[in-house]
């Protein structure tokens, strides 16, 4: 197998190990409530807020050292430290030491984003779209596999195990990858080609990707936070709206379901990709912003089964909007800095998580519900769309003279 597949490979196992481990705890705290009955839902779920911060924080640093070092070995090095804080956070005896070891995976998740998504753009930087969309669905994947995952294994053994297993599985995937990397197996891509502009569209590029930047640091951000609040929230709606599956009986019944609606969800990083591929970037990221709007006000109002359905849809077409916004942002960012800008990104779209996180449980604290939360939703999803509407159109680059050559854009 060639470099080239393995890399795939691995970025791929990467995307969904990382969202895997950073999503168990939204349903192990499910079962922390009864297993340490003196802690309340709000203030166990206020646990991952240290390491929904060091997600976002790190982004930054992460994306700086891959501008200057090899990818693959700083994607290795976040397989060994998120599967050994995961099997730590499974030896935990009490809050504060499970807070520290949920900060720990969080430290490490965040080396994927702004490092593994430009490490498969260059990859597979044939198609982009499809590139960006295939390891996408991975992703996806692995938040869909993380309330089946820890709801079966904590109602077949405890809570501990769903971080344990899952742990130390990542941990053995990040020693194969590093051994791979030793062995001359799995190689750096070359740069991608810079996209070929003449001077007199110079001056134009350049305000455009000032402006397209600006506004993508509050879309992102609105992203984030409509993401960020779905994922955190969901199990215990489902627990609430659904008659039959309260308390520790309905566990593995909630996590099944979570697990089917991030699955299904995954298909809309396909469909964002082939959009991207074929239609103005611009307006696949407006249309995403804009059907979600409707979406969260259903949200807000449904119980029953009908509330599985919306949920679903309403994550689905939020990852149709990905592929899109990860192109913009590699269109709007120097070549020379593709990994911090990604890093940035990912600062504002999972650094959003602390303020979903807190949101979250000051909402069901104050309220026993939901409802408002997804009204405030709404209003997020409604200001990305003004805000994506100022974004630069796409301008058609002119012809090259019929005397030089040019490689084709990207």
């Known amino acids: 197998m060639d470099s080239t597949r393995l890399s795939l490979i691995f970025a791929a196992a990467a995307h969904f190990t990382m969202h895997l481990l950073t999503a168990l705890f939204f349903t192990v705290v499910v079962a922390l409530e009864h ?6 839902y709000d203030t166990l779920l206020a ?3 240290p390491a929904a911060v060091f997600i976002g924080a790190m982004a930054i640093p992460a994306g700086w050292l891959a501008d200057r070092w090899r990818a693959s070995g700083i994607v290795a090095i976040g397989f060994i430290g998120m599967g050994a804080f995961a099997i730590a956070a499974g030896l935990t005896e009490g809050p504060a030491m499970l807070g520290l070891a949920l900060a720990g995976i969080g430290a490490f998740a965040a080396i994927y984003h702004p490092v593994g998504i430009p490490w498969v753009m260059r990859v597979g930087h044939g198609r982009p779209g499809r590139a960006i969309a295939v390891n996408g669905v991975f992703g996806n994947l692995g938040v869909a596999a993380a ?3 820890a709801g079966t294994l904590a109602s077949l053994f405890d809570w501990r195990a769903a971080f344990i297993v899952p742990g130390a599985l990542t941990l ?3 020693i194969v990858m590093a051994v791979l990397i030793v062995a001359g197996r799995v190689v750096e891509p070359a740069p991608m080609p810079a996209r070929p502009v003449d001077a007199g569209a110079a001056a134009r590029e350049r305000s455009d990707r000032r402006r397209g930047s600006v506004i993508l640091l509050f879309t992102m951000f609105m992203m984030g936070l409509i993401f960020h609040s779905l994922q955190t929230a969901m199990p215990k709606l489902f627990e609430l709206r659904l008659d039959g599956l309260a308390g520790e009986d309905g566990l593995f019944a909630i996590g099944a379901l979570v697990s089917a609606v991030f699955a299904v969800a995954s298909l809309g990083q396909l469909i964002g990709g082939w959009f991207a591929d074929r239609f103005a970037l611009t307006r696949v990221y407006l249309v995403g912003f804009c059907l979600q709007a409707p979406l969260l006000a259903l949200l807000a109002t449904v119980g029953g ?16 909007a990905v592929p899109s916004e990860s192109l913009l942002l590699s269109r709007y960012a120097p070549p020379k800095h593709q990994g911090l800008a990604f890093g940035i990104k990912f600062v504002l779209g999972m650094g959003a ?3 979903a996180v807190a949101a979250v449980a000051w909402v069901q604290g104050a309220t026993g519900e939901f409802a408002s939360l997804y009204w405030g939703l709404v209003v997020l999803a409604a200001a990305g769309a003004f805000a994506a509407l100022a974004l630069p159109r796409e301008r058609r680059s002119p012809p090259a003279p019929a005397a030089i050559v040019v490689q084709p854009a990207e």
Request: hydrophobic share 60%; no cysteine; net charge negative.
């Open 305 to 320: 089964l009908p509330v599985v359905l919306v949920a679903t849809i309403a994550v689905l077409v939020g990852t149709t």
């Open 147 to 149: 309330a089946l995952v």
């Open 35 to 40: 297993a340490w009955p003196e802690s309340t």
């Open 353 to 355: 998580g602390p303020v």
């Open 47 to 49: 646990l991952w807020t």
């Open 172 to 174: 053995v995937i990040g």
